[in-house]
């Protein structure tokens, strides 16, 4: 499995920039054709950096990974021969990141104060009777709430992405 996963870890930045190229490629407007100019090369920089910087630096560096893998996205299409520019700062996206971070670690507080209500100061194991409605209720937020920052992420990461994005002199 471990040579598998090697494997596939090293052909991941060429699976990825070659759809790219072909969904580029292939789309055009006012039959100007899109392109994209990125090579495999700068794709494993960029993404192998971005897989491991967050690991070493136990997530802290995510939102600049994220950044660094969607500026290399975006920079490198051309519509015609103009090429598109980004002004997105990663300290935008680190902003972004800072709302989902909180609720997380709330709902993870939240738990831990409802499973530490329902164990009580009994050392016996608990009936299920004896469960807190705060831990029923936290427990029944968890996935909703991880729905909802999922959402959030996705739907502000789009708008940042969009609305720092321009053509030229457009």
Known sequence: ????????????????????????????????????????GEAYGVFLLAWVLPIV???????????????????????GDERFDWSAKASQYYKLFLAPLLAQ???????????????????????????????????LLIYPALFAIAAYIKAHTTNLVYNQLSLGAH
């Open 1 to 40: 499995y471990g040579l598998m996963a090697g494997l596939l870890l090293l052909a991941t930045p060429f699976l990825l920039v070659q759809p790219i190229k072909f969904n580029a490629r292939n789309s055009e407007l006012r039959n100007i054709r899109f392109s994209f100019a990125g090579t495999t």
């Open 57 to 79: 630096t136990c997530g802290l560096a995510y939102p600049y990974a994220i950044w660094r893998a969607t500026q290399f996205i975006t920079t490198r299409h051309l519509y």
């Open 105 to 139: 670690l709330g709902l993870v507080v939240l738990i831990v104060v409802a499973a530490i209500a329902s164990k009580g100061d009994s050392s016996e194991p608990t009936k299920p009777s004896d469960v807190s409605p705060l831990l029923i209720l936290a427990m």
